[in-house]
């Protein structure tokens, strides 16, 4: 007999909304699978936290459902958010998934459920995720900045209010962010929405430059409805995988469309200073050769997870014949036809040049796997990603299913069902392994998702390389590293000598850590706790939630809770980091 989803979802969430509203926490606890899990985002504290077990869940809920002051609880009866059948073949069970409102002391909530029988038969929550959504009184705006509703009026010159707005943000930004790729324009324009005075800073001379200095052959990984941007989706005829310059263009004209504030040829001088007094940086940006001092009450740095290029200092550097270069400078395959290449590291950017100097006809092409890489098909990666991100459902709806799913649980299911992986992979891995490469699917078996959140490396998406290494065209030399250089090419670990006109180290980057204690200065990052990679919760270290220094904050990738963090800071709501112990930094 079919599932009545309403029914169920229905008598669920009037028990959950009792617990809720009447602050009872041993019931909250009790609507919850023994092994179920909680996501808390700003609702019950001002953090992110992720929890799993009915005990851990009670005692955090205990602790702070009363100040929450939670009210109006309603089921979400839109389109794609109300109750529907949920499956888990994994536990061969099947029950509801839907979305709920509420409001709590801070302002408008939403959550996202997902129900599965117990052993008594009592639908339970296997997730519930609770959000704070917006701050009452003060909700995202609809439109635009001065572009809004009242356009058309006799005599209005909205080009100059613009003009004047923009010369407001940019004499006294609340915000400074560093850095205009992805994640900062779409921070930027959530901040903008939210009414925070927002300027960006860009070291290139022009947005998206920081993806037009990439080779040539490089493209999102990822398919278009899980890559667009925040409030402007993709045109429906975009290509599912978006090349480099397209990516550059979009950006740019992202940043025109969306209104944002952006300086390019602009670099922060190294070493602002924060006054604890006023709650203000005093910071010194040098644009386009001429000095500029802002007093910002927040820095956003969001110039990626990764640092600068990190290339390793190996002895005799200076008798090697050939070029050497970094993966960051390479510009295509075509000036290295008919050479020796060496490509050092097997990431994705390893794969990627490899593929491009063999369609450009190197001699030879060379990759060293230094350690087992983690190594899927690319179609298959994004079938996954299609189905958690398809294209006749909005991507905000998306992104709230997928946040409600917490890292820890996905990481239980991905080591609980890793041999389906390997199955899928077979075909892909047997070309691999016939060409010598080493392959892992993480050393926890957590697969890719959650190692490339961990790790942010030692992976790639296969999209051809396995056919060029099975055929002999990619020589891959694994478990093995360079020792020096010789004249000739590279002396390696194991004692065989390499010869190559080029060594290319696609080696990936220097800690973001090390390269922010350079522009931050050790005063500062003396303060900062670790700022990527999961914590004991499988939340992120340090990336938009309090990294341990006040006003400071880190995009390690698209988020936009923290506007609602520097919005309530801006209010007085939220007073900092001794604000109770809500902005508690977790070891």
């Not at 278009?224 to 995988?241: M, V």
Request: aromatic content about 8%.
């Amino acid at each position: 007999m079919a599932l009545d989803v309403q029914v169920i979802a229905n008598k669920w969430l009037a028990a959950f909304s009792e617990a809720l509203v009447n602050s009872d926490a041993a019931t909250f606890s009790n609507l919850i699978l023994p092994n179920g899990w909680l996501r808390d985002v700003l609702v019950l504290t001002w953090n992110y936290r992720s929890l799993s077990g009915r005990e851990k869940i009670l005692q955090y809920v205990s602790a702070h459902i009363s100040r929450a002051s939670i009210t109006d609880v309603k089921l979400n009866e839109s389109t794609h958010l109300a109750p529907k059948v949920l499956e888990v073949p994994q536990l061969g069970a099947t029950g509801a998934e839907f979305a709920f409102t509420f409001e709590c002391d801070r302002g408008h909530g939403r959550a996202y459920v997902r129900l599965l029988p117990d052993e008594d038969g009592a639908y339970r929550a296997l997730t519930v995720m609770l959000e704070l959504a917006d701050l009452s009184g003060h909700e995202e705006l609809s439109t635009l900045p001065l572009r809004d509703d009242l356009t058309g009026i006799p005599g209005r010159d909205m080009q100059r209010e613009f003009a004047e707005w923009v010369r407001q943000v940019e004499t006294n930004p609340y915000v400074l962010i560093v850095g205009a790729g992805q994640t900062g324009l779409q921070v930027a324009a959530r901040f903008k929405q939210m009414n925070l005075p927002t300027l960006v800073i860009e070291s290139n001379a022009r947005v998206g430059d920081n993806w037009r200095k990439r080779y040539p052959s490089l493209t999102l990984h990822s398919p278009k409805g899980h890559a667009c941007t925040l409030y402007q989706p993709y045109p429906s005829n975009w290509p599912d995988f978006t090349p480099r310059d397209k990516v550059a263009d979009w950006l740019e004209q992202y940043s025109v469309t969306q209104d944002l504030v952006v300086w390019t040829s602009t670099e922060m001088v190294p070493r602002p200073a924060y006054d604890a007094a006023t709650k203000l940086w005093d910071v010194t940006v040098v644009r386009e050769g001429r000095q500029i001092k802002l007093r910002p009450g927040h820095i956003v740095i969001a110039t990626g997870t990764l640092g600068k290029p990190y290339v390793p200092d190996l002895p005799s550097a200076d008798k090697f014949r050939g070029d050497t270069l970094h993966s960051t400078g390479y510009n295509g395959g075509a000036a290295f036809a008919g050479k020796r290449v060496v490509v050092v590291g097997a990431g994705n950017s390893s794969i990627d040049i490899c593929q491009d100097l063999v369609l450009h006809d190197a001699e030879s092409v060379t990759m060293i796997q230094r350690s087992p890489t983690a190594i899927v098909s690319r179609d298959w990666a994004s079938g996954y990603l299609r189905a958690s991100f398809p294209d006749d459902v909005p991507t905000p709806v998306s992104d709230l299913k997928s946040g409600s799913f917490p890292i820890g649980l996905v990481k239980e299911v991905s080591k609980a069902t890793i041999q389906a992986v390997w199955d899928a992979n077979k075909e892909v891995h047997d070309k691999l392994r016939k060409g010598g490469v080493k392959i892992t699917l993480g050393d926890e078996n957590q697969g890719l998702h959650v190692l490339g959140l961990m790790r942010l490396g030692g992976y790639w998406l296969d999209k051809g390389g396995a056919d060029l290494i099975a055929d002999g065209k990619i020589i891959v030399k694994s478990g093995v590293s360079p020792r020096s250089f010789t004249e000739q090419g590279l002396l390696m670990s194991d004692g065989s000598e390499i010869i190559a006109d080029v060594v290319v180290f696609a080696t990936g980057y220097i800690k973001m850590r090390e390269v922010n204690t350079e522009l931050l200065g050790e005063q500062v990052m003396s303060r900062v706790g670790q700022v990527f990679g999961l914590d004991d919760e499988c939340e992120a270290y340090g990336s938009f939630r309090p990294c341990g220094h006040p006003g400071l904050w880190f995009a390690a990738a698209s988020d936009f809770f923290t506007a609602l963090q520097i919005k309530a800071m801006q209010l007085g709501i939220l007073k900092g980091e001794n604000d109770d112990d809500d902005l508690s930094v977790l070891p």
